[in-house]
C-alpha cells in the first residue's frame, strides 16, 4: 500500500511543479511581448523622426546652389 500511495504523491508533485513552471514561462512569454511592443513603437517613432530628418535636410539640399 505504500508504493502506489508514494507513486500517487510523486505524481501529484510532478504534475504541481509542472504546472507552476507552465504558469511561470506564461508570465515571461507575455512580458517579452511587451517589452517587444514598446520596442517597435521606438524604432516606428525613430524612422518617422529620421524621415522627418532626411526631408529637412532635402530641401535644405535643394536651396543650395548647383555647381
Do not use: K, N, S, Y
Not at 524612422?47 to 526631408?55: H, M
Not at 529637412?56 to 539640399?61: H, S
Amino acid at each position: 500500500m505504500l508504493w502506489p500511495m508514494l507513486a500517487v504523491a510523486l505524481g501529484f508533485l510532478g504534475t504541481a511543479v509542472l504546472g507552476v513552471l507552465g504558469i511561470r514561462v506564461f508570465i515571461e512569454a507575455q512580458r517579452l511581448g511587451r517589452q517587444v511592443t514598446h520596442a517597435t513603437e521606438r524604432i516606428g517613432c525613430a524612422a518617422d523622426e529620421l524621415e522627418r530628418a532626411a526631408t529637412g535636410l532635402a530641401r535644405a539640399g535643394e536651396a543650395l546652389p548647383r555647381r
